[in-house]
């Protein structure tokens, strides 16, 4: 992982979304603490919600030209932010509305989400982007868009593989004439 404060990244996030980021994430940027990696202190999902859950990850953020959700550690940075940022509210929030897609899959497709070709979970993503998913809360499709996000770029697969990682941007010319500057850089 990057030696990088998870919370500054998670401070990162309220520049990257705005004003839109669900509310549960933006409580996590603001609260004091920051946890190790992507660990959670203890398990939320069972292993069918794990797999539900790198499913819907995967199709957020697929493997192309470089690695998916998957590769970066998204589910298990879900399953930290559910254990260890989110309230019992927000956390049932989020277990209900997981639950109502992978119900969603089984009653119009008859198979778990994570067990359906991607073009069938496409198309229900794109159902519950829409809203039209029976019993789905409005905002469950941003909410876990952002999540998923905010994961793979809090990653070091998101930092170095998918954007270009400059720890320091630019070069040091020591010997750069002072009369071209006209004035002090900082940072």
């Not at 919370?7 to 996590?28: E, H, K, Q, T, Y």
């Not at 019993?135 to 998923?148: E, I, P, T, W």
Request: hydrophobic share 45%; glycine share 8%; proline share 7%.
């Amino acid at each position: 992982m990057l030696n990088t404060n998870r919370r500054d990244l998670l401070a990162g996030a309220v520049v990257l979304f705005g004003s839109s980021l669900v509310a549960p994430l933006a409580r996590a940027a603001t609260a004091a603490g920051s946890p190790a990696g992507f660990a959670a202190s203890h398990a939320v999902f069972t292993e069918e919600q794990r797999t539900l859950v790198a499913a819907l990850s995967e199709r957020i953020i697929p493997t192309t030209d470089t690695p998916g959700a998957i590769a970066a550690g998204v589910p298990a940075f879900i399953e930290m932010m559910l254990a260890d940022w989110y309230g019992p509210t927000d956390r049932n929030e989020f277990m209900a509305g997981i639950g109502i897609v992978d119900g969603y899959a089984r009653v119009r497709y008859a198979k778990p989400f994570a067990q359906l070709p991607p073009d069938s979970q496409d198309a229900i993503l794109s159902l519950a982007m829409e809203n039209a998913v029976p019993g789905l809360a409005r905002s469950f499709f941003d909410h876990c868009r952002q999540m998923v996000i905010l994961g793979y770029y809090s990653s070091e697969i998101g930092c170095k593989q998918e954007r270009v990682y400059l720890p320091v941007p630019g070069r040091y010319d020591g010997a750069y004439p002072y009369a071209e500057v006209r004035r002090i850089f900082s940072s």
